[in-house]
């Protein structure tokens, strides 16, 4: 998994709309990148309505949240429009991203293992590197955690 001091890759993505979103369109300012499992799961679901209950506070920051995950742009508008969110979803369905970000892993479930996004979030500074990295996230309070970094950036 990248690392703090690790440079964002320029990966290319499609946003929940099926339009080209780029990491490197963030440049110059901070991003919060973060990864999770499956739109429209209950876990997923939680994780995008808390940044959404926060977006204004983050636009008031000057940054953007973007949650990927590797559904394909149709669900995520579908997930969005569902539940009103406000933090723009992109798509990583080919995996690419997640697997250059490090959170395509093997995980286990009843004592089966199988191939997941870990879940885990990503604080980008102005220059494109990496300040901060939460892995293995648990929803709970993440999002006002991930504001609090935010807002100590100043």
């Given at each position: 998994m990248?690392q ?7 990966v ?8 080209p ?13 973060y ?7 209950p876990?997923c679901?939680?994780e995008a309505k808390?940044f ?6 983050f636009?008031?920051?000057?940054v953007?949240?973007?949650?990927i995950s ?5 669900k ?12 723009t979803l ?8 997640c697997?250059?970000f490090g ?9 089966r293992s199988y191939?997941?996004i870990a879940r ?6 102005t220059d ?7 892995p293995?996230?648990?929803v ?5 955690e991930v ?7 100043g």
């Amino acid at each position: 998994m990248l690392q703090a001091g690790d440079v964002l890759p320029d990966v290319a993505l499609l946003d929940a709309d099926g339009a080209p979103l780029s990491l490197s369109q963030f440049r110059g300012k901070p991003v919060v990148v973060y990864f999770y499992p499956k739109a429209d799961t209950p876990g997923c679901t939680n994780e995008a309505k808390d940044f959404t209950a926060l977006a204004g506070e983050f636009a008031a920051q000057g940054v953007p949240v973007v949650g990927i995950s590797k559904d394909k742009p149709a669900k995520l508008a579908k997930f969005r429009d569902k539940y009103g969110l406000g933090v723009t979803l992109a798509s990583d369905e080919a995996g690419g991203v997640c697997e250059a970000f490090g959170t395509w892993i093997e995980k286990s479930m009843y004592g089966r293992s199988y191939m997941g996004i870990a879940r885990a979030t990503f604080l980008v500074g102005t220059d494109g590197v990496i300040l901060r990295v939460w892995p293995a996230v648990k929803v709970k309070g993440h999002a006002e955690e991930v504001l609090q970094a935010v807002k100590a950036l100043g």
